[in-house]
Nanobody, 122 residues
């Protein structure tokens, strides 16, 4: 059974930081690219960042310098470090697993987590 379980969301002040975690079943984590997506109310789900099985990482251009993605293969855990948070970062954040080399398109996602809410107060 595939499971992706996110944690670390919550309420943060603008300018603050949060670190999201996603613990995945070993059978999807070790061989797959992983990604973070987010969806704000009334908006489409968008890529935040993705990372290949070997650690090659990409962060959406608009978030570079503030967000970073990493993975610990020994712990089957994906991370998203979010710094200098802005009100517009408020969204539901989803962990994703893709069987391909990258995980940067929602249509390519094989498994989704249930999401963790991030709310940034202005």
């Amino acid at each position: 059974q595939v499971q992706l379980v996110e944690s670390g969301g919550g309420l943060a002040e603008a300018g603050g930081s949060l670190r999201l975690s996603c613990v995945a079943s070993r059978n999807v984590f070790n061989q797959n690219a992983m990604g973070w997506f987010r969806q704000a109310p009334g908006k489409e789900r968008e890529l935040v960042a993705d990372i290949s099985q070997g650690g090659g990482a990409y962060v959406a251009e608009s978030l570079k310098g503030r967000f970073s993605v990493s993975r610990d293969n020994a712990k089957n855990t994906l991370y998203l470090q979010m710094n200098s948070l802005k009100y517009e970062d408020t969204a539901m954040y989803y962990c994703a697993s893709c069987s391909g080399y990258v995980c940067n398109r929602a249509v390519d996602v094989d498994y989704w987590g249930q999401g963790t809410q991030v709310t940034v107060s202005s």
